[in-house]
């Protein structure tokens, strides 16, 4: 069994950081490409950042340069280091990975940590 679990969510100003973390548990051989998701109230969810296991990163228009993706192989983990957030970040955030466990590959999710961006 393999779980991702999200933290560092919460309320921040226009124009403020925050920092999201992703953490595999359970039977995690290796992960493969990590990957940052948002959906917003209404709206589709769309793919933020993503990041190979070599170290290659995208990102979405709507972010370059003010999100940072990252991951540390050795320890399971993967953050989303956001700056210059804007009211239309708001969204649902959730962590994404191709994981192998065992003999099988598969896709995770995270349940997701709320960000809302607001005076």
């Known amino acids: 069994q393999v779980h991702l679990v999200e933290s560092g969510g919460g309320l921040v100003q226009p124009g403020g950081s925050l920092r999201l973390s992703c953490a595999a548990s359970?039977?995690?051989?290796?992960?493969?490409?990590m990957a940052w998701y948002r959906q917003a109230p209404g709206k589709q969810r769309e793919v933020v950042a993503a990041?190979?296991?070599?170290?290659?990163?995208n990102y979405a228009d709507s972010v370059k340069g003010r999100f940072t993706i990252s991951r540390d192989n050795a320890t399971n983990t993967g953050s989303l280091r956001m700056s210059s957030l804007k009211p239309e970040d708001t969204a649902v955030y959730y962590c994404?990975?191709?994981?192998?466990?065992?003999?099988?590959?598969?896709?995770?999710w995270g349940q997701g940590t709320q960000v809302t961006v607001s005076s």
């Open positions: 990041i190979t296991s070599g170290g290659s990163t």
């Open positions: 994404n990975a191709a994981i192998r466990s065992r003999s099988v590959v598969d896709v995770y």
């Open positions: 359970g039977s995690v051989f290796s992960i493969y490409a």
